[in-house]
């Protein structure tokens, strides 16, 4: 079984700042089956990026995936005060353990 | 406008079942799978199980095998899932979340993989105390 691991629990940042947040499998996967979430509390999920680097209807352009085989990356270029959330990767059926973007 | 409406908050007892809906509506619903997923308190994102209704084809996590049923009703758009037995650590918000383009087997006509979950219900958080 694949394991999804994201390297950092939380990253403590401010407005404005370009987050970079990482995925590493615990082996080489297909990149079509690669996918980010945005998790606010209260909410349900939101896609962010599918097939690691594919923006999903409606996101915008700040955000950004890429990578391959077992490092992925999602970058978020300047956030905004709703972009502190926690985010999820995601292939198949297993998620990465979440990212927590907090405010510094 | 594609919609996943889930129903509310059930608080059940120790070894008891609870059955969640997830209405669809806003895109062909036997074109797509619908997953359930789960977050317990303080935990991340568990992958349940899924339903391709066009195939009636269902796959579930294997530590719920035994447990858990899906199912839809195609003449209301609406998935059910069923988990029995339950316990105090499934307390949990479960979601449904539809799946654009799942795995399948074609020869099969069975539902094999996850993909990705592009529309998802609201939650429905089950509370399992005695």
């Known amino acids: 079984e694949i394991v999804l691991t994201q390297s950092a629990g939380a990253l403590s940042m401010s407005p404005g700042e370009r987050a970079t947040l990482s995925c590493r499998a615990s082996?080489?996967?297909?990149?079509?089956?690669l996918a980010w979430y945005q998790h606010r509390p209260g909410q349900a999920p939101r896609l962010l990026i599918y097939?690691?680097?594919s923006r999903a209807t409606g996101i915008p352009d700040r955000f950004s995936g890429s990578g391959s085989g077992t490092d992925f990356t999602l970058t978020i270029s300047r956030l905004e005060p709703e972009d502190f959330a926690v985010y999820y990767c995601?292939?198949?059926?297993?998620f990465g353990q979440g990212t927590k973007v907090e405010i510094k | 406008q594609v919609q996943l409406v889930q129903s509310g908050a059930e608080v059940k007892k120790p070894g008891s079942s609870v059955k969640v809906s997830c209405k669809t509506s806003?895109?062909?619903?036997?074109?797509?799978?619908i997953s359930w997923l789960r977050q317990a308190p303080g935990q991340g994102l568990e992958w349940v199980g899924a339903?391709?209704?066009?195939?009636?084809?269902?796959k579930y996590t294997q530590r719920f095998q035994g447990r858990i049923s899906i199912i839809a009703d195609e003449s209301t758009s609406t998935v059910y899932m069923e988990l029995n037995s339950l316990r105090s650590e499934d307390t949990a918000i479960y979601y449904c979340?539809?799946?654009?383009?799942?795995?399948?087997?074609?020869?099969?006509?069975?539902?094999?993989?996850?993909?990705?979950?592009?529309?998802w219900g609201q939650g429905t958080l089950v509370t399992v105390s005695s």
């Open positions: 806003g895109s062909t619903f036997s074109s797509y799978a």
């Open positions: 979340a539809r799946e654009p383009s799942p795995d399948f087997d074609v020869l099969t006509s069975s539902y094999t993989s996850s993909s990705f979950f592009d529309f």
């Open positions: 995601q292939h198949r059926g297993t």
């Open positions: 082996q080489s996967i297909n990149s079509d089956y």
């Open positions: 339903i391709m209704p066009i195939f009636g084809s269902t």
């Open positions: 097939a690691a680097s």
